[in-house]
């Protein structure tokens, strides 16, 4: 960044007003006013020596994860655009991020700088809610030598165990998704497989992906002895479900996987993560979100000390796109907070390996 021009950090709504007063239309500026205070908004301006602003990017980050993503840059200057940017990533860093990713619109470019600061692109979506035609970028802020899976965004508000395990599953002799009309099909019938009505609970969802992979080794770590995810349930809603958990152990034991009863600890997940395997994960939502609610995610690999997940909830009322949750770093102490469920906290993981 030239020493002539000056950085500030600044609220979104006061630099929407500025861009308005340049004569830029709503929808050019309406990023920077919706940018919600729970996702970690912010909004950094260089200025020339008459104060000027000359550059002005926005980003947004899930709370508890480590990557933060670029919304919008707008600029009067590239080389102020480009430092600029070299700013916010040199400033993610120091707070613990490791990803620096960029979104762009469909018909939007990616300056000509982005490639020379290490910005490089991401796999395109199979399927991902209305957000397919969004281009996504990342630039990792420490060494990354992992291969990129492929990404599907659940269809429902239920079938984020099946496309976890579907995800993981890329790869196998069985496959996962191939990013054609059939998908949803997919999605669903291996969620009727898995499920126990509607979630999917660690046991069964264990052995719905123990039959799809065939060869593959399936383990299952569940420390609570009872039924899971059962806690709004009464009476017979509570009494079928229960039941058809306990004949998923049955069908476990009958099929050799390995059912674990004590508390895997996080510094085993990301150990077995580093070593090749896949880790699908039962988290509350609540420190991503700021809602509780019981959910899947699958980590594929580590970059640096953080462990990175394919999250098929697209919180697309909420702005995002599949760049937010595709490809995202967690810390081992927010998965920590994350992979529990309950009041009872009980923390439910399956692993596998696949290829």
């Not at 600029?84 to 991020?97: I, K, N, P, S, T």
């Not at 479900?241 to 004949?247: H, P, S, T």
Request: charged fraction near 25%; aromatic fraction near 8%; include cysteine.
């Amino acid at each position: 960044m030239p020493a002539s021009l000056r950085v500030d950090s600044s609220s979104p709504a006061s630099v929407a007003d500025e861009l308005e007063g340049m004569g830029l239309p709503a929808e050019r500026i309406e990023p920077w006013r919706r940018a919600r205070e729970e996702y970690r908004p912010a909004a950094w301006v260089a200025r020339g020596a008459d104060d000027a602003m000359l550059a002005a990017v926005l980003t947004r980050g899930r709370p508890a994860t480590a990557a933060i993503k670029i919304t919008d840059v707008w600029c009067a200057d590239e080389s102020a655009a480009a430092g600029l940017v070299d700013v916010v990533a040199e400033h993610a860093l120091a707070q613990g991020d490791v990803a620096l990713k960029w979104e762009v619109d469909a018909g939007g470019e990616l300056p000509a700088f982005a490639a020379d600061l290490g910005f490089v692109p991401m796999r395109r979506p199979w399927a991902a809610v209305g957000t397919e035609n969004v281009r996504g970028y990342v630039r990792w802020l420490v060494p990354a030598g992992h291969d990129e899976p492929g990404y599907y965004a659940q269809t429902t508000l239920f079938t984020c165990g099946a496309v976890a395990a579907l995800i993981a599953a890329e790869g196998s002799a069985a496959g996962g998704f191939g990013a054609g009309a059939a998908d949803r099909d997919v999605e669903l019938g291996f969620w009727r497989r898995a499920s126990n009505y509607p979630a999917c609970e660690p046991i069964g969802l264990a052995v719905a992906l123990h039959d799809h992979l065939g060869d593959a080794p399936v383990e299952v770590a569940l420390d609570s002895e009872g039924p899971v995810l059962l806690e709004s349930f009464t009476g017979f809603d509570r009494s079928f479900r229960a039941e058809l958990q306990e004949d998923s152990l049955r069908q476990a034991r009958e099929r050799g996987i390995l059912v674990r009863r004590d508390r895997v600890d996080i510094d085993e997940v990301v150990h077995r993560v580093d070593a090749g395997e896949h880790a699908l994960l039962l988290i509350d939502e609540q420190p991503m979100h700021g809602e509780t609610g019981p959910h899947w995610v699958v980590a594929h690999a580590r970059v640096g000390d953080t462990l990175v997940v394919e999250d098929p909830w697209v919180g697309v009322d909420a702005g995002e796109t599949w760049v937010d949750s595709h490809e995202l770093p967690i810390h081992p102490d927010d998965l920590d907070r994350l992979v529990r469920w309950s009041d009872d906290a009980y923390r439910g993981v399956i692993f596998t390996r696949v290829g």
